[in-house]
């Protein structure tokens, strides 16, 4: 377990720095947002695509990870929404309750994947965003929609931010471009290498410098429930998924890894546009990425066991 809190240290460090960079307002408050938008519509799209272009799909086990992540998904979703009837939350928290136990911090998790298994890990997590960041944006938004107080029910939304999503379409074009042997020559292959490698770094200090935190008075057992399930049920359901579809070492760990991160703030966003509780959204997020720096390398040290 050392070797994994060792990989994943660096990661969480980068977190902390970004974190203390936006508490002394360095290199200033525009930084931040301009930061996080050329890495998710830029260089984490670039990383995806050259990591998805590269990859060996012919010696992989692609149905059965596809298959493990559907049921993965479709199972916790079951078990909140039977929970709804037993637990005393309001519409909106209970949504925001949801998320947090499914929506998860795509850059934290291509990092962690990255330095535990190299270009290996980085080929895996584009074929497991590839499914569950559709699949858990249209949960969310029925979920959101439906427990929340806005009237919009943004499902056209939900369509439109799906088909222009960057990480998704970079999946499917690097899928493509593969399967197609199209050729990336005159040194534009070497050029999107160099781009993608910004992607990590500013990616992870952007993930640190969009925490916020609040005191949790008065919701401390709806983070709690909500950071159990992400942070532990979430991951221990995908190792036995995964170990029931018969996967290998590298892509059971890989989709681990995915199960176990933290809620992204995505999911802040989405609460205040469609009414959910986005104050619990706020205090899910932070707690949850302080946590899975010990969660995580518990949850794959158990899992290999």
Known sequence: MFQVITALTPIF???????????????????WPAAEKITYSVFFPELLFINTFRAPFADMEVLPIV???????????????????????????FSSLYQGSLR???YVGISAAFVLFGDQ?????????SVMIPLINFFSVCIVSRYG????????GLISALVRNPLILACLLGIAANLLNVPLEFGLMEFI????????PLGLLSVGAGLVFHGIKGNVWTVVLASAVKLAILPL?????????GLEATSKNVIVIFASLPCGPAAYVLARQLGGDHKVMAEIIAIQTIAAFLTMPLLLRFVNY
């Open 104 to 106: 998860l911090n795509t």
């Open 121 to 129: 890990g980085l080929i895996f997590s584009a074929v497991v965003i």
């Open 149 to 156: 107080t806005s009237d919009s029910k943004g499902m056209s």
């Open 237 to 245: 359901l995908a190792a036995l998924m995964s170990w029931m579809m």
């Open 13 to 31: 460090l980068l977190i902390f720095l970004g974190w203390v960079f936006k508490k002394i307002d360095f290199p200033g408050e525009s930084f």
């Open 193 to 200: 290498v160099i781009m993608s490698q910004a992607s990590l």
């Open 67 to 93: 298959f493990s992540i559907v049921l993965i998904i479709s199972i916790a979703t079951a078990i909140l929404l039977l929970l709804r009837f037993f637990l005393p939350l309001s519409g909106p928290a």
